[in-house]
């Protein structure tokens, strides 16, 4: 079952470390899980807002991509 959860904050990295140069602009967000826990991921697709719902679509290399809920 995928983690589901909503945004708490966001930003969009511009100047990125050279392992995500080729990825930039991306947007990283914390999210509380809908079981309280906090996670730090990448968004895939359209841009986020706090508030939103998101749910993690896969993970690349131990970092959790997650997309808005309604474009599942």
């Known amino acids: 079952m995928p983690r589901a959860g909503v945004v708490y904050t966001e930003t969009v990295v511009h100047l990125a470390p050279e392992r995500f140069q080729a990825d930039v602009p ?6 509380r899980m809908d079981n309280g826990e906090s996670v730090t991921a990448q968004v895939e697709g359209a ?16 970092i959790p991509y997650f997309k808005r809920t309604d474009e599942q």
């Open 47 to 62: 841009r986020v807002a706090i508030g939103d719902r998101v749910t993690e679509i896969e993970s690349r290399d131990g």
């Open 26 to 31: 991306y947007q990283v967000i914390i999210a």
